[in-house]
């Protein structure tokens, strides 16, 4: 089974500031990883899909790059609203595996 | 817009069992594989298991496998997932999630509201 380990775990940072977060696979997975926000509770939103395409209605402050085993996700000038936890996911495969998940918070 | 809705958590002694549903509108459920997805408290995302458009393919994770099944009624637009052998550690909020192809491979463009499951004796 492919693992997904995101760095850091948690994270601090004002707004406007660039953030950036890690996806890491434990095997090469091409570019079938994904993105999803989870605001304090509330349900997982899909953010970015086949590691670099935008979901419909994401703010294009959200970005994704990556192929194989290395992924990232960046927002460019943060808001308050996108205070949340960020989990990557491979797919393509089963069993399925998120990450840890990031918990980004404000400074 | 699409539309997912759990049922049927609750709190249930270790040991015994409960059957979750998930009701689909607002898509043809019978043309997309489906998943279950579970977070317990404070914690991650945990995935569960899947189930194709036709159910000819499932998978499980291996925390759950041989003690979950999951499947579904097309008929009805609804998804199921049967627990059996319920333990502390299966206690989470359930979530069912539409996948984006018919079989398995795809990622999840929708997630229900999900519904809270507690074992506890």
């Known amino acids: 089974d492919t693992q997904m380990t995101q760095s850091p775990s948690s994270l601090s940072a004002s707004v406007g500031d660039r953030v950036t977060f890690t996806c890491r696979a434990s095997?090469?997975?091409?570019?079938?990883l994904a993105w999803y926000q989870q605001k304090p509770g509330k349900v997982p939103n899909l953010l970015i899909y086949?590691?670099?395409t935008l979901q419909s209605g994401v703010p294009s402050r959200f970005s994704g790059s990556g192929s194989g085993t290395d992924f990232t996700l960046t927002i460019s000038s943060l808001q308050p609203e996108d205070v949340a936890t960020y989990y990557c996911?491979?797919?393509?495969?089963?069993?399925?595996?998120f990450g840890q998940g990031t918990k980004l918070e404000i400074k | 817009q699409v539309q997912l809705a759990e049922s049927g958590g609750g709190v249930v002694q270790p040991g015994r069992s409960l059957r979750l549903s998930c009701t689909a509108s607002?898509?043809?459920?019978?043309?997309?594989?489906m998943h279950w997805v579970r977070q317990a408290p404070g914690k991650g995302l945990e995935w569960v298991a899947v189930?194709?458009?036709?159910?000819?393919?499932?998978y499980y994770a291996d925390s759950v496998k041989g003690r979950f099944t999951i499947s579904r009624d097309n008929s009805k637009n609804t998804l199921y997932l049967q627990m059996n052998s319920l333990r502390d550690e299966d206690t989470a909020v359930y979530y069912c999630?539409?996948?984006?192809?018919?079989?398995?491979?795809?990622?999840?463009?929708?997630w229900g509201q999900g519904t809270l499951v507690t074992v506890s004796s």
């Open positions: 999630a539409k996948d984006t192809t018919s079989r398995w491979y795809g990622y999840f463009d929708y």
């Open positions: 607002k898509f043809t459920f019978s043309t997309y594989g």
């Open positions: 189930i194709s458009f036709d159910a000819s393919n499932t």
């Open positions: 095997q090469g997975i091409s570019n079938y």
């Open positions: 086949d590691a670099s």
């Open positions: 996911q491979n797919y393509n495969v089963a069993p399925r595996t």
